[in-house]
T-cell receptor, first 111, second 112 residues
Framework: DAKTTQPPSMDCAEGRAANLPCNHS???????VYWYRQIHSQGPQYIIH???NNETNEMASLIITEDRKSSTLILPHATLRDTAVYYC????????????FGTGTRLKVLA | SQTIHQWPATLVQPVGSPLSLECTVE??????LYWYRQAAGRGLQLLFY??????ISSEVPQNLSASRPQDRQFILSSKKLLLSDSGFYLC???????????FGPGTRLTVT
């Protein structure tokens, strides 16, 4: 299974882009990278996922390096409501289910 | 649209008492269902997942059990709670086993 590494915390000014990095150097070629966020005292919220190509949706953009060893989640215009813990997850396709949430990155958006 | 429900929202139980948490999903058929636990200040720990009625896979051995009596119903149980069972319990569903998951509002359990 793909282990991921994220910085424990980051700050971002309101209105600026928030770039959240994730290292997943053990990811294999057919494993997707997923991003979720968890606002305090709520269940996690799915944000975006990708395999090789960069992805964009209404919430965020996901940039995956060509060697797939790392990725960056971009919130283009961070708001105070984006303050949350962001989890990067590498799925595992070894025949059994693995979907490991680490401790994530605590993003604080500052007014 | 799909909706996931969990109840109760909060629960305070004494050590040694039984537990039953319920999760139901609306608006989809044959979902994959998951139970997670989150201890205070920690990440999410997958406890159980289910790909169909009566099919339960356990990720972590403990005094908890799960059951799926109906397609869109997932139940987490314990016969005797421990102090270490305190935490935030989350139910989730997905359309495919390794696809994106959608979480319920959670149950905050305090064992005293």
């Amino acid at each position: 299974d793909a282990k991921t590494t994220q910085p424990p915390s980051m700050d971002c000014a309101e209105g600026r882009a928030a770039n959240l990095p994730c290292n997943h150097s053990t990811i294999s070629g057919n494993e997707y990278v997923y991003w979720y966020r968890q606002i305090h005292s709520q269940g996690p919220q799915y944000i975006i996922h990708g395999l090789k190509n960069n992805e964009t949706n209404e919430m965020a953009s996901l940039i995956i390096t060509e060697d797939r060893k790392s990725s960056t989640l971009i919130l283009p215009h961070a708001t105070l409501r984006d303050t949350a813990v962001y989890y990067c997850i590498g799925e595992a396709c070894s025949g059994t289910y693995k979907y490991i949430f680490g401790t994530g990155t605590r993003l604080k958006v500052l007014a | 649209s799909q909706t996931i429900h969990q109840w109760p929202a909060t629960l305070v139980q004494p050590v040694g008492s039984p537990l039953s948490l319920e999760c139901t999903v609306e608006g989809t058929s044959n979902p994959n269902l998951y139970w997670y636990r989150q201890a205070a200040g920690r990440g999410l720990q997958l406890l159980f997942y289910s790909v169909g009625i009566g099919q339960i896979s356990s990720e972590v051995p403990q005094n908890l059990s799960a059951s799926r009596p109906q397609d869109r119903q997932f139940i987490l149980s314990s016969k005797k709670l421990l102090l270490s069972d305190s935490g935030f319990y989350l139910c989730a569903w997905s359309g495919t086993l390794m696809g994106e998951q959608y979480f319920g509002p959670g149950t905050r359990l305090t064992v005293t």
